[in-house]
T-cell receptor, first 115, second 113 residues
């Protein structure tokens, strides 16, 4: 079945650094990828919709200059958390889908810890 | 706009007992409905989905759900709970693969020995 790979699974870094998270669709072309953020004991919150070859669409309240999204190919989207601070610590999950690919498939998530 | 309501943020059952996790949705179009399970520090695993056709949907690990349009519900059930079923369960809805899923707030299932 369809598989989405997310890397890294866990990252710890110092405040002020930038962190890049990759989301790859392994056996299908993902015209659309989604990035979610999940706080402890809460549901997933959509951050942005990433469309191949165009700018991402951010949800209200999500800083586009803080969370840079690039979707340069049909199999790869990246989320870069720029100048990360402790409040950016969270669990980030990507999903990928296309017009035929139901359901959307999720990566295993990235736990980001900013010290 | 679509929305999902999961009744009960925490459900506790005894091992071997019936599991019932409730999900109600609102949607302006015929929905696609999903149940996902999440174990600690892991991503989401699809349990089952409803797109069209048979309203009783069977999924993995012995779970099933029934789509009831008249009640706008998609409750998840399992006849006999196992300790390994303890996890967070999310109900979700979306109209197509190119739109994001709308999630409920989740229900944490505890299984007591």
């Amino acid at each position: 079945g369809a598989v989405v790979s997310q890397h890294p699974s866990w990252v710890i870094c110092k405040s002020g650094t930038s962190v890049k998270i990759e989301c790859r669709s392994l056996d299908f072309q993902a015209t659309t990828m989604f990035w979610y953020r999940q706080f402890p004991k809460q549901s997933l919150m959509l951050m942005a919709t990433s469309n191949e070859g165009s700018k991402a669409t951010y949800e209200q309240g999500v800083e586009k200059d803080k969370f840079l999204i690039n979707h340069a190919s049909l199999t790869l989207s990246t989320l870069t958390v720029t100048s990360a601070h402790p409040e950016d610590s969270s669990f980030y999950i990507c999903s990928a889908g296309d017009s035929r690919n139901q359901p959307q498939h999720f990566g295993d998530g990235t736990r980001l810890s900013i010290l | 706009a679509q929305s999902v309501t999961q009744l009960g943020s925490h459900v506790s059952v005894s091992e071997g007992a019936l599991v019932l996790l409730r999900c109600n949705y609102s949607s302006s179009v015929p929905p696609y409905l999903f149940w996902y399970v999440q174990y600690p520090n892991q991503g989401l695993q699809l349990l089952l989905k409803y797109t069209t056709g048979a309203t009783l949907v069977k999924g993995i690990n012995g779970f099933e759900a029934e789509f009831k349009k008249s009640e706008t519900s998609f409750h998840l059930t399992k006849p006999s709970a196992h300790m390994s079923d303890a996890a967070e369960y999310f109900c979700a809805v979306n109209p197509s693969g190119n739109t994001p899923l709308v999630f409920g707030k989740g229900t944490r299932l505890s299984v007591i020995a």
